[in-house]
């Protein structure tokens, strides 16, 4: 664009700022989810997806549109020691510094998962 202060969708950039600072990295199979933000807690929550982190781990969830699997990569600096997903202990797998795992949804059912470090 030869001039984007003349952008009509300036006002998402703040959103898309957020998204960026959280880690929130949407492709083809899931989620990478790589947090640039350096306070120990935090929290995100929108109408499709959230996220948050404190001192025992990170969790997050969406509020899926349809049926899916999803991949979650998620770097979180730390080797967890067990993942839930809608509170149920989940296959994960450690490759390199991403935890992976999968979750099965269903639209209009909220799916959440949480990767407990300690």
């Known amino acids: ?7 009509g ?6 959103w898309f700022s957020l998204l960026k600072l959280m880690g929130v990295h949407p492709d083809t199979e ?4 790589d947090p640039k933000i350096p306070e120990q807690k935090f929290s995100l929550q929108t109408p499709l997806l959230y996220l948050s ?6 969790e997050g969830g969406i ?8 991949l979650w990569r998620v770097r979180t600096g730390q080797i967890p020691v067990k993942v839930t997903v809608n ?10 510094d991403e935890t992976t795992f999968f979750t099965q949804v269903i639209g209009g059912e ?5 990767i407990i470090y300690q």
Request: proline share 11%; with cysteine; charged share 20%.
């Open 30 to 33: 899931g989620f990478l989810i």
């Open 53 to 58: 982190r404190d001192e025992n781990g990170l």
């Open 1 to 7: 664009m030869d001039f984007p202060v003349a952008c």
């Open 87 to 96: 509170d149920v202990p989940t296959a994960w797998e450690q490759k390199g």
């Open 110 to 114: 909220p799916c959440h998962w949480r």
């Open 63 to 70: 509020n899926p549109r349809g049926e899916s699997v999803i």
């Open 9 to 14: 969708h300036a006002h998402a950039a703040p």
